[in-house]
């Protein structure tokens, strides 16, 4: 019969695995961003590269409404409004609040027709910004500081 004095291959594999799993886990918690939080921000700068791109390859303006729970796009086109998207419904506790409740923009650029600010108040507060030259950035409350 063998005595083991250290730790086997499989142990540390199995230790190893569950650190991944926990880390995975906790990683986000810690930098205080939830999956509803990532969720809610992805979708919405999706909607926005939507909007300017759609604006670019149909050559149309685009434009999404925005209000405290919802936001949905649309392209203006000949025959009136058409909607790029569903409405995206946030779920509270999450809020969106905006410098103004349309954001344009211009056919065949998809730059804005002004510059634009969207705050996401969730778990943690984020700030989108879209510039004149179409750039958005996300930054959070902390990283402001």
């Given at each position: 019969?063998?005595?083991?004095?250290?730790?086997?291959?499989?142990?540390?594999?199995?230790?190893?695995?569950?650190?991944?799993?926990?880390?995975?886990?906790?990683?986000?918690?810690?930098?205080?961003?939830?999956?509803?939080?990532?969720?809610?921000l992805?979708?919405?700068?999706?909607?926005?590269?939507?909007?300017?791109?759609?604006?670019?390859?149909?050559?149309?303006?685009?434009?999404?409404?925005?209000?405290n729970?919802?936001?949905?796009?649309?392209?203006?086109?000949?025959t009136?409004p058409?909607?790029?998207?569903?409405?995206?419904?946030i779920?509270q506790?999450?809020?969106?609040?905006?410098?103004?409740?349309h954001?344009?923009?211009?056919?065949?650029?998809?730059?804005?027709?002004?510059?634009y600010?969207?705050?996401?108040?969730?778990t943690q507060?984020?700030?989108?910004?879209?510039?004149?030259?179409?750039?958005?950035?996300?930054?959070?409350?902390?990283?402001?500081?």
């Amino acid at each position: 019969m063998r005595s083991s004095t250290g730790t086997g291959l499989i142990e540390l594999a199995t230790i190893i695995a569950i650190l991944a799993i926990l880390a995975t886990i906790a990683i986000p918690r810690w930098y205080g961003a939830s999956i509803e939080d990532t969720n809610a921000l992805d979708k919405l700068s999706h909607t926005i590269t939507l909007a300017q791109y759609t604006a670019i390859n149909r050559g149309v303006t685009t434009y999404i409404t925005l209000n405290n729970q919802s936001y949905q796009a649309f392209a203006q086109m000949t025959t009136g409004p058409q909607p790029l998207s569903q409405p995206i419904t946030i779920t509270q506790p999450t809020t969106l609040t905006s410098t103004t409740e349309h954001l344009a923009f211009q056919a065949i650029t998809g730059l804005p027709v002004e510059p634009y600010t969207i705050i996401l108040m969730a778990t943690q507060n984020y700030t989108l910004t879209i510039d004149s030259l179409g750039e958005l950035t996300i930054t959070t409350a902390a990283e402001a500081i």
